[in-house]
């Protein structure tokens, strides 16, 4: 090895497999000998340290950049995306809301608003109607307008009005006559048969499911007990533990058709049974 260190301009760049034979010949010199000469390891270990210090080290090459999409975050404040930035498919972010709603057609716009304003219990606003058919609020203004001006007419025997904020059918004043008669007539009519044998056994028995009172009766009383339900003579008190049915009971309103103060001032029934050897008679088997 050199005692004099490379200059600058004659620095040659490292040879691992030439430094590694001389270092395999260095370790056989001193096997050879049988011990390793005092500082043999230690100048190779100093000329490897020198050399590997003034050695140029070459920077690997940069990889070359990839393009990468514009992020929205750092836009220019105040500067909205141009088209171009938005991808395919997406609605441009200034887009304006109405131009994503749907066009109805007249026919397709009048129906929908009739059968919601049909199934609404209290007035709808027109916010509302617009969100259910996905369109705009000035469609659903026209069509309303539409609704109402056809109502009017051919004067039918509903009207369309705006209450407050809010849209309601209403029936026609002029048929109130024909409407008030319908329902006090329909509360005036006679009980039939059935629903008076039905209402019997509620009075006597109740509370009573409807399950047991078809089984006095040997009938089935669904119908008999929509009818007392809606005349206001009977309503569900709970429901039976054992079968989970619903309890009825009479309700005042029954009382007060009959002219009763309790239940208890019912008549007896003993005086309407009959007599047991009449019932053997009829029924000798049982």
Known sequence: MSDEPAGPDDRAPISWDALAAELAATRELAESRGQEEPGTWDAVAAELAARVADQPVEAPPEPAPVPQEPDPDDEPAGQDPTPADVPAGEPAPDEPAAEQLELLAPEELHGGLEALLFVMDDPVDEETLAAALRCSR??????????????????????????????????????????????????????????????????YRQPVTRARVSAIRGVGVDGVMRTLLTRGLVHEVGSDPDSGGGLYATTPLFLERLGLETLADLPELAPFLPETAAMLDEHPDS
Request: aromatic letters at 6%; a positive charge.
């Open 138 to 203: 000035e469609q659903v203004r026209t069509g309303l307008a539409g609704l109402a001006d056809g109502y009017e007419q051919r004067r039918a025997g509903i009207a369309l009005r705006r209450v407050g904020e809010g849209w309601r059918l209403y029936t026609r004043e002029e048929h109130a006559p024909v409407v008030e008669r319908y329902l006090v007539d329909g509360q005036r009519s006679r009980l039939t048969q059935a629903a008076l044998e039905t209402l019997a056994v509620i009075a």
